[in-house]
């Protein structure tokens, strides 16, 4: 079990983790790492469609301190590098999901099998559902939700909302057509 008040706790007081115990930077460690691996793996999403869209404020606490927890470091993909503080997703081809060359996706995104990423980016606690195309050069940003069968056309910006953490992320639900260029930002559903 998370424990979703430790997060929201060392969230609400950015001094806080400078003076917590090593006993109790462990338990953050262990809830945020946990809450990234959830919505890495499906588990946990920040926008819940289940109960009309609501978006859980925590995993947003939880992705904002991932960043403070972690170190920038040297990330190798492919012929590339990158000097960052979150890794790319690793896919193994077991997800079910056609990744093209150039398709980069943090940790912490989750894209369901049957979606087609052309190179494009999704930023970390995004949604992919099945069968939706992310095209040539467009972004998900932090959090979006992107339903069902949906085609975001080339160039399409999906902005991404991690703070204020109680900014609402953009939504777009089942079946939808985001035409080319299009921008979506803040609380767009």
Not at 156 to 174: F, H, N, R, W
Request: charged letters at 20%; hydrophobic letters at 45%; one cysteine or more.
């Amino acid at each position: 079990m998370i424990d979703h008040a430790l997060i929201s706790e060392f969230f609400k007081d950015p001094t806080r983790l400078a003076s917590a115990s090593t006993d109790e930077k462990e338990r953050l460690q262990t809830a945020v790492f946990t809450t990234i691996e959830g919505l890495d793996n499906g588990s946990i999403r920040v926008v819940d469609k289940e109960h009309d869209f609501a978006v859980n404020t925590w995993a947003k606490e939880a992705i904002l301190l991932y960043f403070r927890l972690r170190n920038i470091e040297l990330i190798e993909c492919g012929p590339f590098r990158y000097n960052d503080k979150i890794p790319l997703k690793h896919w193994t081809g077991k997800e079910g999901v056609r990744v093209v060359p150039q398709a980069l996706a943090r940790i912490g995104t989750f894209v369901e099998a049957g979606a087609i990423l052309m190179p494009s980016y999704i930023n970390i606690g995004a949604f992919v559902g099945a069968g939706t195309m992310v095209d040539t050069w467009a972004t998900v940003g932090s959090c979006a939700y992107i339903g069902k069968n949906v085609h975001l056309s080339g160039g399409v910006g999906i902005g991404g909302v991690l703070e204020p953490v109680q900014a609402k992320p953009v939504i777009v639900e089942d079946n939808a057509f985001v035409g080319s260029r299009a921008i979506l930002v803040e609380g767009v559903r």
